[in-house]
């Protein structure tokens, strides 16, 4: 076979284009075989998350700079291709401050909702991205609602912790809020207000050109936050999405339940357990230690799609122990049933310091001082999956038989077959792995990522 490819990344030396060996007939045990006729789920793609902390970074460069980041992340073909983005209703953890849509106390008729913050962040950060990827799917998630709407009149749950670096939010002891609760006023009143607020946050951004195609309800709905945070139960998520359901449904947004931070696969379930309120889901969102909840849902509820809806965030230093997390997190994802998969931040300045005061990681680190920039450890682990990994590819699940089970294997629609393997050691590994008739035979560089395409 002909046409074959390979892509190499060592912290060395990253993307580097190898001579791919040729398939050969089997002679021997293979250490990886492929399930070639056991095609799992449909992969609708990959992304990260748009915050208004990564467009002002982005904004440290020049207009050409920028423009290659953009084209480099979201163009088909030429790089990571990302095709499926999230962000934000209002404020995360990420935006330059708190702010909402309607900060009005008693808008119940939403008289004063604004989305005119969005116009200097979220809304040319989108723009920027969609001149690469006009199709570019988006889906959005609030991380609070209005403070108004809340029963601690404030946008935050947590008290902050100095020394984790977090800074002061304002919140008095007796606002705290608590897991298992519902900090929303959830009476019919605010779940109406706040339905129809979902609506016009969407025909807010129609309005821009930007269609928003999904939403959650809630990020995180057990955690309460220092930063923009609510906590809901899930008869609270359920009584919300009855409201929400039919104001969606009307501009044919989907909702999807999430997002999911707990091992508890009985916290959708419970959801869904309100027949009113399910009828309207159509997937589901998990993230952080949801991840262990994964294979229960995907086993539990076959009829809903899962979005991995943000990768972990790492620590600010944007290093190769923590890309060898990611690619652990992608390799449980993407083998129990995971659709799409998002990353967090797309760029953040050196350091990645939020309003809140700690340090995430970021695909992008700008430099303010030199007003350069570089590509992270993270961004290169994914792109080896999402660079070659085309919509509507299937998941094809392997079984390991020397000991090795550290790759990921997919057929695109065109009848290509992708496989992704990491090699931990710090020496080379040769490997062997069976796909259909062939055997496809390297040896991995020392501490390396690979991928490597078999053309139809």
Wanted: charged share 20%; aromatic share 10%.
């Amino acid at each position: 076979m002909t046409g074959l490819t390979w892509t190499v990344t060592t912290p060395e030396a990253p993307w580097r284009e190898m001579t791919a060996p040729a398939l050969t007939a089997p002679t021997a045990m293979p250490d990886v075989v492929v399930s070639v006729d056991d095609p799992q789920q449909e992969i609708e793609g990959f992304g990260a998350c748009f915050n208004e902390l990564g467009w002002q970074a982005l904004g440290l460069l020049t207009e050409a700079e920028r423009g290659g980041i953009l084209r480099e992340l979201f163009a088909p073909g030429v790089g990571a291709s990302f095709g499926v983005c999230r962000m934000p209703v209002g404020a995360n953890d990420f935006s330059l401050d708190w702010y909402s849509y309607d900060e009005t106390a008693g808008d119940l008729t939403l008289e004063h909702f604004d989305l005119s913050h969005d116009d200097e962040t979220l809304v040319p950060f989108l723009r920027a991205a969609r001149a690469h990827r006009p199709d570019l799917r988006l889906w959005a998630s609030p991380w609070s609602p209005p403070s108004w709407m809340k029963h601690n009149g404030h946008y935050a749950g947590a008290l902050p912790r100095p020394l984790f670096g977090q800074v002061d939010n304002g919140l008095r002891p007796d606002q705290v809020g608590a897991e298992g609760t519902d900090m929303f006023r959830t009476d019919e009143e605010h779940l109406a207000a706040y339905a129809a607020y979902f609506g016009k946050f969407i025909d807010a951004y129609a309005d821009r050109g930007i269609r928003i195609s999904m939403v959650m309800p809630q990020n995180e709905f057990n955690s309460a936050q220092v930063f923009p945070s609510c906590t809901w139960t899930p008869e609270g998520l359920a009584a919300f999405i009855r409201h929400l359901g039919p104001q969606m449904a009307a501009r044919d947004v989907e909702v999807f339940v999430g997002t999911l931070e707990r091992a508890d696969d009985r916290l959708v379930g419970d959801v869904l357990a309100d027949q009113e309120a399910a009828a309207f889901v159509s997937g589901v969102g998990v993230q952080w230690a949801g991840k262990g909840a994964l294979p229960a849902l995907h086993r539990l509820h076959p009829e809903l799609r899962i979005y991995q809806s943000e990768q972990e965030c790492g620590d600010g230093r944007n290093d190769w122990r923590q890309a060898r997390y990611a690619w652990r997190l992608m390799r449980h994802f993407l083998s129990n049933g995971a659709n799409a998969y998002q990353y967090w931040n797309i760029a953040l300045r050196e350091g990645g310091r939020s309003r809140w005061g700690w340090t995430q990681n970021s695909l992008v680190v700008v430099d303010p001082d030199t007003r350069t920039f570089r590509y992270t450890p993270d961004y290169l682990v994914l792109k080896h999956v999402s660079a070659f990994v085309q919509p509507g590819a299937r998941v094809l699940p392997t079984w390991c038989v020397a000991g090795h089970d550290n790759q990921l294997v997919f057929r695109n629609p065109d009848g290509s077959v992708v496989v992704v393997l990491h090699n931990e050691l710090a020496e080379p590994m040769p490997i062997s792995v069976l796909v259909g008739s062939d055997v496809l035979s390297l040896e991995l560089p020392a501490a390396s990522f690979s991928t490597v395409v078999l053309p139809a």
